[in-house]
């Protein structure tokens, strides 16, 4: 299961730090992935990072510069932090656990966190 938190209302050029907690073990061998679903829009890709030290990353071109994914084997959890955000990163924030990281995209599995909405507006 993905328990993911850290969503609420934030101004713009705020920032907050998403969460994504997994159960189970070997949370190390597996690549994660943050996505994203604006309303009437469909589900994006905004982060993946690699396994083991997760020391490859790749971004949406929207989030480069601004959102850090970042992994704590330790802690069985993904973060994403948030940074400069904007009013068009409002959207309901999902956990991917296990998919594919190659090049520059990241497939994703079929197992979901339950999503946590994040609303960047004054």
């Known amino acids: 299961q993905l328990q993911a938190s850290g969503g609420g209302l934030v101004q713009p050029g705020g920032s907050l730090r998403l969460s994504c907690a997994a159960s189970?073990?070997?949370?190390?061998?597996?690549?994660m992935g943050w996505y994203r679903q604006a309303p009437g829009s469909q589900r994006e890709l905004v982060a993946g990072?690699?396994?083991?030290?997760?020391?490859?990353?790749i971004y949406a071109d929207s989030v480069k510069g601004r959102f850090t994914i970042s992994r704590d084997n330790a802690e069985n959890t993904v973060h994403l932090q948030m940074n400069s955000l904007k009013p068009e990163d409002t959207a309901v924030y999902y956990c991917?656990?296990?998919?594919?990281?190659?090049?520059?995209?990241?497939?994703?599995?079929?197992?979901w966190g339950q999503g946590t909405l994040v609303t960047v507006s004054s």
């Open positions: 189970g073990s070997d949370f190390s061998l597996y690549s």
């Open positions: 990072i690699s396994d083991g030290s997760g020391s490859r990353a």
């Open positions: 991917n656990h296990g998919g594919a990281l190659w090049n520059s995209q990241y497939d994703p599995s079929t197992l």
